[in-house]
């Protein structure tokens, strides 16, 4: 749903039809990746000791919860923001 429902909703605009979709790829990639770097860094941090960084599904489902936050935020930029 990250990937591709938040990309095609947006190929129906005219102006940023195919480029939509590839940012929409580059954000939620990085959204993912940061997501699992910063709660691991926070994760040290409340504990006192910093460890390698636990990937589960927990963390996984929660970096697309980030990831879906980011791609809302994107949606709401691309509608309000225009270049002229």
């Known amino acids: 749903m990250i990937f591709i429902g938040f990309g095609y909703l ?3 605009l005219k ?3 195919w480029s939509a979709i ?3 790829y580059i ?5 993912i990746e940061l997501y ?6 926070w994760h040290g941090c409340i504990k006192g000791h910093f ?3 636990n990937i589960s599904i927990d963390t996984m489902i929660f970096s ?8 809302i935020t994107f949606g709401v930029l691309l509608g309000k923001i225009t270049l002229s």
Request: charged share 5%; with cysteine.
């Open 51 to 53: 460890a390698l960084i």
């Open 15 to 17: 102006t940023f039809s």
């Open 36 to 41: 699992i770097l910063y709660s691991g860094f």
């Open 64 to 71: 697309d919860f980030c990831a879906g936050s980011v791609m």
């Open 27 to 31: 954000a939620s990639a990085f959204a």
């Open 22 to 24: 590839g940012f929409t």
């Open 10 to 12: 947006m190929v129906f």
